[in-house]
């Protein structure tokens, strides 16, 4: 069983900036993927980053592209989003996620172990 919980989030003027975490359990976490989505209220899930097992690749929505890193520390099993410049439109509960495998993808499908969210909110 894997259990992701995130922290981080927060109330931030429009331009600010966060680091959510994610912690996750088990002793699987370095051979899996890890990624990053939101939700907004109405609307549908939203791919944000994801990451390789060893971090030497990740893959970017276009939507946060030069704002937003993904990134991971294996030995912690934590894998972190720091969030730069942020906006109105980055409002939303951003869950973490294991991909079943190693691949890289951006379909929630694909994911099999979410966390349950953390808020962020940002105002203009």
């Known amino acids: 069983q894997v259990q992701l919980v995130e922290s981080g989030g927060g109330l931030v003027q429009a331009g600010g900036s966060l680091r959510l975490s994610c912690a996750a359990s088990g002793r699987t976490f370095s051979t899996h993927t890890m990624g990053w989505f939101r939700q907004a209220p109405g609307k549908e899930r939203q791919f944000v980053a994801a990451i390789s097992p060893t971090g030497d690749r990740t893959v970017y929505g276009d939507s946060v592209k030069g704002r937003f890193t993904i990134s991971r520390d294996n030995p912690k099993n934590t894998v972190y989003l720091q969030m730069n410049n942020l906006k109105p439109a980055d409002t939303g509960v951003y869950h973490c996620?294991?991909?079943?495998?190693?691949?890289?993808?951006?379909?929630?499908?694909?994911?099999?172990?979410w966390g349950q969210g953390t808020q962020v909110t940002v105002s203009s």
């Open positions: 996620a294991r991909n079943r495998g190693v691949a890289i993808t951006q379909r929630a499908m694909e994911y099999d172990y």
